[in-house]
T-cell receptor
Framework: AQKVTQAQTEISVVEKEDVTLDCVYETRDTTYYLFWYKQPPSGELVFLIRRNSFDEQNEISGRYSWNFQKSTSSFNFTITASQVVDSAVYFCALDTTDSWGKLQFGAGTQVVVTP | DAGVTQSPTHLIKTRGQHVTLRCSPISGHKSVSWYQQVLGQGPQFIFQYYEKEERGRGNFPDRFSARQFPNYSSELNVNALLLGDSALYLC?????????????FGDGTRLSIL
């Protein structure tokens, strides 16, 4: 069975601080994809980044960066120099060969950025 | 290009009624998935359709059904509504059914059951 755990319920920061969101996943599949989505108050889930299970190279895209470690089954996400517009709920999701296309989401982490 | 569009935006129903939610995928996307998001939780998978065939079903009762049309749009139907069906219903589309291609979501339909 697949499972995604986001232990942080809410994170509050002041603008320009960095924010790191934790994600721990469980799967027995060797081929899978991990995603981060952002959900602003409007409700739409916005795709941010993805990583496949064969590529542990960490990357940076603008103010976003991610740290994927298979050894600890973690896929953490960092927002650098946070802005008020980053305030949203962030979800980590898992897609595996056992159930392609059926995203398994974590419970989400509420990020509050204050000026 | 237009994103995933869902209608209606909001809906209020009473227990026992029936509801139909609609979704138009991004142009060129052949896979549509439906998710239910209860307040304070992550989305839960309901259905996936690819090329008009059901590719997967989540742990939801038979009161929930869906279909995909030749133009790849989709409908989600829920019969005999219960209070617990109150949620945000999200539709997502992707080029193919799963894997590398990310799912792109619509704004959702907020369903309230009285």
């Amino acid at each position: 069975a697949q499972k995604v755990t986001q232990a942080q319920t809410e994170i509050s920061v002041v603008e320009k601080e960095d924010v790191t969101l934790d994600c721990v996943y469980e799967t027995r599949d060797t081929t899978y994809y991990l995603f981060w989505y952002k959900q602003p108050p409007s409700g739409e889930l916005v795709f941010l980044i993805r990583r496949n299970s064969f590529d542990e190279q960490n990357e940076i895209s603008g103010r976003y960066s991610w740290n994927f470690q298979k050894s600890t089954s973690s896929f953490n996400f960092t927002i650098t120099a946070s802005q008020v517009v980053d305030s949203a709920v962030y979800f980590c999701a898992l897609d595996t060969t056992d159930s392609w296309g059926k995203l398994q989401f974590g419970a989400g982490t509420q990020v509050v950025v204050t000026p | 290009d237009a994103g995933v569009t869902q209608s209606p935006t909001h809906l209020i129903k009473t227990r026992g009624q029936h509801v139909t939610l609609r979704c138009s995928p991004i142009s060129g996307h052949k896979s549509v998935s439906w998710y239910q998001q209860v307040l304070g939780q992550g989305p839960q998978f309901i259905f996936q359709y690819y090329e008009k065939e059901e590719r997967g079903r989540g742990n939801f009762p038979d009161r929930f059904s869906a279909r995909q049309f030749p133009n790849y749009s989709s409908e989600l139907n829920v019969n005999a509504l219960l209070l617990g069906d109150s949620a945000l219903y999200l539709c997502a589309s992707s080029l193919v059914a799963g894997g590398y291609q990310p799912q792109h979501f619509g704004d959702g339909t907020r369903l309230s059951i009285l």
